[in-house]
């Protein structure tokens, strides 16, 4: 009559805190990735090799081109690894039972390749002034893995009958998270003059995905004993994990242009400060510095525009310049007080606090444009460029 031992209590243990059955999951939970190493019962990362069976394969390939180290239209999205898991054969010895020999067996071992994530980048491309950059995430997948089924052969011979144990394969599905991404946006800024609306590139976001982690429960057959006192020691197979993996989610933040009324001044907005040029024909008539009547909607919009957009304390510049026609020193001390005249007039009519108000002339020292052609004839067009008020702050 066969007999059969007990199992150690320190195995009893084992098979408690493995649970058969427990996989991990290959749903949408947030789960955290079982740490690396070897615990009782279970067998976790190591350097991959060849021995045994492969369970899964290795990770998706690195998208087209190499794997970007900067990314100079965007940020970079961090690689993301986890390292291979291997578990070794496991070799059942021969054995002899009553005369009968039971051949040696060998149960397969598991290597799962480490899995590589690689680099990416967001990009927000450039764009022309007045627009905001199309803005885009890649795509990006985690392949699925499989830890495959495992079995340790029964014996019914010689007086002994132990039934084969079997932990069934696990599998946790590949995860995917599609590419995002938004056009480019611009402002329109109306023929006629009036008010360009301000437009929003809106965030986006690639979601977080999670591969769950995977785990086969340890099986254990028992060590057992015939009337002969002939014995089959015990038989373990360990559990074998593999790791959660988490990509995390990737925002491209929104952004906004302004919004701002259009009229005879050019506006040159950069990231904190804007300014308005207005031309001197608008605001004065011939080598005057007596602000015109009709000038007073485009100087009312420009204090409008200043009034909201300057920063709290930030100090407004209002500075005349003139264009190369006539001797400096006429021009120099009429593009000073052409400057300290809309000073006067915005401070009066247009409800600027004077003592932030500062007014400098420049003459003819600062064109924006030649005073005459290549040829040395006049450039009435780049003169009238010249002439000018600029007005700005900081914002």
């Not at 089924?149 to 599609?178: C, F, Q, Y």
Request: charged share 25%; glycine share 10%; aromatic share 2%.
């Amino acid at each position: 009559m066969s007999r059969t031992l007990l199992v150690t209590p320190l195995l009893a243990m084992v098979l408690a805190a493995c649970g058969v059955g427990a996989t991990g999951g290959g749903g949408e939970e947030r789960q955290t990735p079982a740490a690396t190493g070897t615990a009782a019962g279970r067998t976790t990362a190591s350097p991959a090799r060849t021995a045994g069976t492969t369970g899964s394969p290795a990770a998706s390939a690195s998208p087209t081109g190499p794997e970007p180290s900067h990314c100079p239209n965007g940020e970079l999205i961090p690689a993301v690894d986890s390292p291979a898991v291997h578990a070794d054969p496991v070799v059942i010895p021969e054995a002899k039972l009553g005369g009968t020999t039971i051949p040696a067996a060998t149960i397969p071992g598991v290597d799962i390749p480490a899995l590589h994530i690689p680099a990416q980048c967001t990009e927000i491309a450039p764009a022309p002034g007045g627009c905001l950059g199309a803005a885009s995430i890649p795509p990006v997948s985690i392949p699925a893995v499989e830890i495959p089924p495992v079995e340790i052969p029964g014996v019914n011979t010689g007086g002994i009958k132990l039934d084969p144990v079997r932990a069934e394969g696990r599998r946790a599905e590949g995860k995917h998270a599609e590419g995002v991404s938004t056009p480019e946006v611009c402002q329109v800024k109306p023929k006629n003059g009036g008010i360009v609306p301000f437009v929003i590139r809106p965030f986006i976001i690639r979601p977080f995905i999670i591969r769950s982690f995977v785990l086969r429960s340890s099986i254990i057959r028992p060590s057992a004993c015939n009337e002969q006192n002939e014995c089959l020691p015990a038989v373990e197979v360990p559990a074998v994990e593999v790791p959660g993996v988490e990509v995390p989610g990737v925002e491209i933040p929104g952004a906004e242009l302004k919004g701002y009324e259009v009229g005879e001044s050019e506006v040159l907005e950069g990231e904190d400060s804007i300014a308005f040029s207005i031309r001197a024909d608008v605001l004065f008539d011939f080598d005057s510095a007596t602000v015109k009547p009709e000038a007073a909607a485009e100087l009312r919009r420009v204090a409008r525009e200043i009034g909201r957009k300057a920063g709290p304390d930030a100090r407004i510049d209002v500075d005349g310049h003139t264009d190369g026609k006539g001797e400096d020193a006429h021009n120099q001390p009429l593009s000073e007080r052409r400057a300290r005249a809309v000073v006067e007039w915005l401070a009066d009519e247009g409800g600027l606090d004077r003592s932030r108000l500062k007014a400098r002339g420049y003459g003819e020292s600062k064109p924006i444009a030649p005073n005459t052609k290549a040829d040395g004839s006049d450039n009435p067009a780049g003169r009238a460029k010249n002439r000018r008020v600029v007005v700005s702050t900081a914002t």
